[in-house]
């Protein structure tokens, strides 16, 4: 376990070091709620509430496609990552410190959101429903992190940036995190909960502010979890297979 | 019981058979140098003993077992061939990182002392220049206090004296070593045994004398119509109607062409580099 501490912390180490990484993480989500949300819906406590769990969604999907896909493709290319499999260590404890450095940098991007909403809105959530979110966020973040980790080991770091920049704004439009619960555009609403940006709002609208979720949506969530899951673990098999077989 | 064993290991990359029955000892206290040209099957061989890569066939073992078991790489050090410290993480913080994986680390002053790299604990690797990381590279293999060390070309790209700083602070550790190179130079200066490697397979193991004998060639070059078999020749071939010939003793060789009546122009007598010498050892065994 204080291995797994130890690879995380230098992982956290090395990111930090290079502040721009960090700040370009938590500056989209910041901007858009000043932006859209604040002067839009800041005064309406229910629409901003709203509005909040959707920029956490948009700043946790992001987060995770970007930290996951080009942090895992980057650090393959390296040298140093061979070498670190040679000390006497499995493959785990990198493996499990990377997902916690992962969710560091992901409570980061959106603790901005939260703030702006705080400060500058009347969005409102009493400490169980702050709570209850929080359990949300952890179950909706988990296809993400595998969709990041699947693009990581899938494809080299020139080919992770392209494609985790192509995925992020459909994805993050696409699902409805734009607009509010079920205002998204007439011709999206069909597609809207096949996305699992979608299902992680739902979630998260319930969670925060006692939306009704649509089923459709959270079903197709799960799905993609388990999709993403297979996905993640071949490419993570097939990564090893080329490099360490 | 040798450290670590090679047995009839074989390796194969898709099509290209990188290791070919290759079968080695290392034991205890000993420095061997793998010798060979660039491809000859050093670092292959290195990534199986390190539990990098497994082999397609034969076996490896480290300390009696599976090089892949993390438990048996408690006591070996690496230094790979190509460098790749984090750029954003500091000296000391890599030397701590890597620390943090053995029971009984060397303090990390001590072990950046005798690296001569004490003045730059704090700062970034990617401040460094290329040797100051290669020495930090080697470093970082004798942290666990390792009885066995893996150093892939570990001075490649190093001037004079920074190669000479480097040998010394290697020569001065009481375990085993197994290091690649292709400057005989440096394995005449770290080894007590070397292993030649050429193709994939073992073509000579021995100690640095009888090897250094074995590639010690020279490539008599010459313009003309034909040569004679002669005894001082090991090896020739031709190309722009130049005539190459490889031979353990040049002069030998020139007082033979004379005697023999050969009509030549233009000899020259170079020394034959590794590479060539490499050649014509793994031609005379095919």
């Given at each position: 376990m204080s291995l797994v501490i130890t690879h995380a912390r230098y992982q956290f180490l090395e990111t930090i070091r290079i502040p721009i990484a960090v700040i370009g993480a938590m500056f989209f989500p910041a901007a858009a709620m000043i932006f859209f949300v604040v002067p839009i819906v800041g005064d309406n406590a229910a629409a901003a509430t709203y509005a909040t769990a959707s920029m956490v969604v948009f700043a946790t999907s992001t987060t995770c496609i970007f930290s996951y896909g080009i942090g895992v493709a980057e650090d393959r290319a390296q040298p140093w990552d061979p070498y670190v499999r040679t000390l006497p260590a499995g493959s785990f404890p990198r493996f499990a410190g990377r997902i916690l450095n992962g969710t560091g940098f992901l409570v980061l991007s959106f603790l901005p959101v939260l703030v702006i909403a705080a400060v500058a809105t009347e969005a409102t959530a009493t400490p169980g429903r702050l709570a209850l979110a929080a359990g949300a966020l952890l179950a909706g973040s988990i296809p993400f992190t595998l969709l990041g980790l699947t693009i990581g080991y899938a494809l080299p770091s020139k080919a992770a940036l392209a494609v985790a920049q192509l995925l992020f704004f459909p994805l993050a439009f696409g699902g409805g995190l734009m607009s509010a619960p079920g205002q998204a555009p007439g011709w999206l609403e069909p597609i809207s909960p096949f996305l699992p940006t979608r299902g992680a709002a739902e979630l998260l609208w319930a969670s925060a502010g006692g939306w009704q979720p649509n089923t459709t949506a959270v079903v197709m969530l799960a799905v993609w979890t388990v999709v993403l899951a297979v996905a993640g673990a071949a490419a993570y098999r097939r990564d090893e297979g080329r490099r360490y077989r | 019981m040798p450290l670590a064993r090679a047995i009839d290991v074989s390796r194969r990359y898709g099509d290209v058979?990188?290791?070919?029955q290759v079968s080695l000892d290392v034991h205890n206290g000993e420095i061997v140098g793998l010798l060979?040209?660039?491809?000859?099957?050093k670092t292959t061989l290195l990534n199986l003993f390190i539990g990098l890569r497994r082999a397609t066939s034969g076996r490896v073992e480290l300390f009696g077992g599976?090089?892949?078991?993390p438990a048996r790489r408690l006591r070996i050090g690496v230094t790979p061939q190509e460098t790749g410290l984090p750029s954003t993480l500091r000296v000391g913080e890599c030397v701590d990182f890597v620390a943090a994986h053995y029971p009984d680390p060397v303090p990390r002053g001590e072990l950046l002392a005798r690296f001569g790299l004490s003045d730059l604990a704090?700062?970034?690797?990617?401040?460094?220049?290329g040797g100051q990381k290669r020495r930090l590279a080697v470093a970082l293999a004798f942290v666990g206090r390792p009885r066995l060390v893996f150093l892939d070309e570990p001075t490649t790209g190093l001037d004079v004296s920074a190669r000479r700083a480097l040998w010394e602070a290697i020569r001065e550790f009481p375990g085993s070593v197994l290091l690649t190179s292709h400057y005989l130079e440096e394995i005449e200066a770290l080894a007590d045994r070397v292993v030649v490697i050429g193709g994939g397979r073992v073509l000579a193991d021995d100690t640095i004398d009888a090897v250094r004998n074995l590639v010690a060639l020279r490539r008599v070059s010459l313009s003309g119509e034909h040569v004679p078999r002669l005894d001082a020749v090991v090896s020739e071939h031709r190309d722009n109607g130049r005539i190459h010939l490889m031979t353990p003793d040049s002069d030998a060789l020139v007082r033979q062409l004379v005697t023999a009546g050969v009509a030549f122009r233009d000899l020259e007598i170079h020394a034959a580099s590794l590479e060539e010498a490499f050649l014509t050892l793994t031609s005379k065994e095919s």
């Open positions: - | 058979l990188a290791l070919d060979g040209p660039n491809g000859a099957g599976d090089p892949g078991d704090r700062r970034q690797t990617g401040g460094l220049s």
